[in-house]
C-alpha cells in the first residue's frame, strides 16, 4: 500500500509531504501535482519531505522524468529550502542526485536522518521537532497523545 499526503501550514510557510510504502516517480508527480493545485500553495514555501517510509522505486530514467517536470514548472522554482528525511542510503542517494540536477533553482536543499536536523535546517520561527512531528503523525494517520 502506497501513502502520498502533505499538509500546508501557512502560518509557517511550510510544506510537508509524507511517503509510505513502494512509490515510484509518478506517484510523486501526482503528489506534487496536487500541493500545486491546493488553495494555500505558495511556490516560495519551504518544504519537508518525509521519505523515511517509503521505497522510491525508480527506474533508470526516472530521475530525469522529475528533474524535467520540475524544470517545466515554474511553480516549483521559488526560493526556499527543501529537506528530505531519510533513513535508507539509496534514498540519500537520490534526493542528492535530484539536488545537483536542480542546481539552478534557488532551491536550499538538505538531506537529513533526523527530525531535529530537519528543524534545524528550516531555522523557522515556531517550528519545533515536538511540532514537526506532531504534523508528520497526522499526516501518517497515527493519533497523537
Given at each position: ?8 501550514i ?6 510537508v ?12 508527480i501526482?503528489?506534487?501535482k496536487?500541493?500545486?493545485?491546493h488553495?494555500?500553495?505558495?511556490k516560495?514555501?519551504?518544504v519537508?519531505?518525509d ?17 524535467t ?5 515554474s511553480?516549483?522554482q ?8 531519510t533513513?535508507k ?8 542526485l535530484?539536488s ?17 536536523a ?5 531555522h ?6 515536538i ?14 497523545l
Amino acid at each position: 500500500m502506497i501513502k502520498l499526503t502533505f499538509k500546508i501550514i501557512r502560518e509557517l510557510n511550510l510544506i510537508v509531504e509524507y511517503y509510505q510504502g513502494d512509490i515510484t516517480v509518478h506517484d510523486i508527480i501526482r503528489n506534487k501535482k496536487a500541493t500545486i493545485q491546493h488553495p494555500d500553495f505558495n511556490k516560495d514555501a519551504n518544504v519537508v519531505l518525509d521519505l523515511r517510509d517509503a521505497n522510491v522505486m525508480f527506474e533508470k530514467d526516472d530521475m530525469q522524468t522529475l528533474v524535467t517536470f520540475f524544470k517545466s514548472n515554474s511553480e516549483f522554482q521559488g526560493d526556499k529550502k527543501a529537506v528530505y528525511l531519510t533513513s535508507k542510503p539509496q534514498e540519500v542517494v537520490n534526493t542528492m542526485l535530484f539536488s545537483l540536477k536542480v542546481g539552478e533553482f534557488s532551491i536550499k536543499p538538505q538531506t537529513v536522518s533526523t527530525i531535529e536536523a530537519a528543524v534545524a535546517f528550516m531555522h523557522i520561527d515556531g517550528l519545533d521537532a515536538i511540532r514537526l512531528d506532531a504534523i508528520l503523525g497526522e499526516l501518517k494517520g497515527i493519533s497523537q497523545l
